[in-house]
């Protein structure tokens, strides 16, 4: 028969310490969280179970807000200048995007965790308002034409033909006493021969004025009031045109600098 031996108590206290430590040890080790890459994916193993995890990316760095120009030589010389060393030869290139006719912006470089675009520079045209496909009255519509075109002689011929228009009308009256009738006409008459074919080619100022104004076809029309108007006739071509011509000159006063011009 075996003897049951009684320990003493400090050894007793140390066996229950070591039990204690040795489960919360094992406890601690079966909740730690363990990750896995399977596949692309991010696991988590957790409890004897295996969970999907989603990647959480941190935000960028705040970026400085964007400069607005007026003119495609302010848009170059903020370029040239580099401020705020940007553009430097061994940094990465800037995208300068010619939006459209009147809009030009320069973009960073996909930067951060999330590659986001910023725009450093937005160069907008001061182009004048033109009012295509309204009618306006004579003195409105010459003075229009003067402002917002190109001088040439198809414009002298449309504000010629402008001021010869007149609204006519006339009228013939019977009474015989019991009954009176009143027959009224109205029309638009020209005061002289003015010679006119549509469509007639203009230049209104669209785009930057650094650059060569687009010449497009306009549609000249008058309604019963003497009222003028113009309907643009090549379907929004001429955009093409004075994009190219805005990229054009950006790609030659930007030589040699760090930037890509796309237009």
Known sequence: MYKQMNPNPETARAVEEFLINTGMEMQKAAE??????INGGTYAYYGGRLNRMERVLPPDMPEPSSVTVFSLYGLVDMIKADVDGMFAEGRPTHIVRVTDETTVEVLSPALGIHKTRHRRILCQAPVPEIKFGQYLETDEFQVMMQTCFEK?????????LAGSVSKEQSMRKSDDGMTQTVQVQTGVVTVGDVSLKNPV???PLRTFCE?????????LRFNENA???LYEGDGGAWRLYAVRAVADWLRYNLAGCNVC???
């Open 152 to 160: 040439s002689d198809a414009r002298d011929m449309v504000m010629t």
């Open 261 to 263: 011009v796309i237009g």
């Open 211 to 219: 650059v060569e104004q687009v010449t497009s076809p306009f549609i």
């Open 227 to 229: 009222q003028a108007a």
């Open 32 to 37: 730690q969280v363990q990750t896995i890459d």
């Open 201 to 203: 080619p203009l230049t």
